[in-house]
């Protein structure tokens, strides 16, 4: 028995290892765009091989039964074992939960991607730690070093020590910047992390427009919870030489704007939900900009329109809408958030929003709206995306 709970451990070993290689690349924001390919199968990887964790779990509970009294005896081993049941447990529910996120509560699965981080951020580091310095690779270098039994006692800390510690050492020095950046977002307050995002922005624009008094000061948002920035390209810079705004195809008046022109448009204020299809949400963002309704009734749409096609600054980006959803009362092409011009990392200086849908739908950098007579597959929906990326409503 204990040899299939060893043969158990070395492939949980493999699985730790792909689980934390998978999520790390799917983690990093700058891979979304050199990964967009193959994003949602490694996804799905990721999934499936977490679920295979959980039957390692369960036979480690099968077979650990049997010798629970050696265990018991050996401290190392006991306090091992017992970790590994932890993170095990802890990884697959909280990756169940977002793996079914759209028949949980938000609160839920907020809750859920929190722990699956902190288990990540706190546990990985562990158990790398202990999967390599246990390895026979490691082993067979210490025991190469201790020839002889009269120098064991002599040199077995510092050998054992300079392996153990210096694989330790580094992966403090690999993980840690990206450990601190997760603990540093879940420790600032919103307001700061807002306004230095604010203060970072590469917008070149003027003048600014001047937010309504329902936009300040905020109700949510960039102050009230985190946003994690994403993107699949360089964030564009924009002035007032390189910024236009159209609305063309098939549309009776097609129109092109100033930023100048954009920015006298009349605005309204709105409160709404921001949601990542990865799991995390913000609450309570207020936005103010041109209900997305209005701006096609200036255009005026062709009858035999039947979508719309959102184009991205950066030149890479696109989506679509149904000329029904395009409709809905809350669809914004935004200009600013929390009584601020939307920064170029959140989306700025104008980006749409959808907020019964995920975000990838909530196009960044918007410059153009073409009305066409065809369905049209975005970015992300070649990629293996919902087309309709409705939010379950809570």
């Not at 120098?151 to 020590?161: A, D, H, I, N, V």
């Not at 705004?245 to 309204?268: A, M």
């Not at 959808?354 to 950098?365: G, N, Q, R, T």
Request: aromatic share 14%; proline share 4%; net charge positive.
């Amino acid at each position: 028995m204990w040899k299939k709970l060893k043969q158990i451990h070395y492939v949980n070993i493999w699985v730790i290892a792909f689980l934390f290689v998978s999520g790390f690349l799917l983690f990093l924001p700058s891979l979304r765009g050199a990964l967009a390919t193959i994003r949602v199968p490694l996804k799905q990887a990721h999934i499936w091989i977490g679920f295979l964790s959980f039957l390692l779990l369960l036979l480690y509970v099968r077979y650990s039964r049997s010798h629970l009294k050696t265990i018991k005896k050996q401290a190392g081993k006991k306090w091992n074992l017992s970790l590994i049941i932890t993170l095990l447990l802890g990884w697959t529910m909280s990756g169940f939960i977002l793996t079914f996120e759209k028949s949980m509560s938000g609160t839920t699965v907020q809750n859920a991607l929190l722990l699956h981080d902190l288990f990540t951020w706190f546990g990985l580091p562990i158990t790398l730690y202990h999967s390599i310095t246990r390895s026979r690779w490691i082993k067979k270098k210490i025991k190469q070093h201790e020839k002889k039994p009269s120098e064991q006692k002599l040199y077995t800390f510092s050998r054992r020590g300079f392996f153990r510690y210096g694989i330790g050492t580094l992966l403090v020095i690999i993980l840690g910047p990206f450990f601190y950046k997760w603990v540093k977002q879940l420790s600032d307050n919103g307001g700061d992390s807002f306004k230095s995002v604010v203060s970072n922005s590469k917008t070149q624009l003027s003048p600014l427009p001047v937010p309504a008094k329902q936009s300040s000061p905020p109700i949510g948002g960039g102050y009230v919870g985190q946003f994690r920035v994403y993107t699949v390209t360089e964030t564009p810079t924009f002035t007032n030489d390189n910024w236009e705004f159209k609305i063309d195809g098939l549309v009776d008046h097609p129109i092109t704007f100033t930023w100048e022109e954009f920015v006298q448009l009349r605005r309204t204020v709105q409160v709404s939900d921001f949601h990542c299809v990865t799991g995390w949400s913000v609450r309570h963002v207020t936005y103010e900009g041109i209900p997305l309704k209005e701006l096609l009734n200036k255009a005026g749409l062709q009858k035999k329109a039947t979508h719309l096609k959102f184009f991205s600054g950066d030149g890479v980006y696109t989506d679509s809408l149904t000329i029904d959803q395009a409709n809905m009362d809350d669809i914004m092409v935004a200009m600013l958030m929390d009584g601020n011009l939307i920064p170029s990392d959140y989306g700025g200086p104008v980006r749409l929003i959808v907020p019964k849908m995920y975000a990838y739908k909530s196009v960044k950098w918007l410059v153009r709206i073409e009305a066409i007579d065809h369905s049209y597959q975005g970015y992300w929906q070649v990629r293996g995306y919902d087309t309709d990326a409705w939010v379950k409503q809570t």
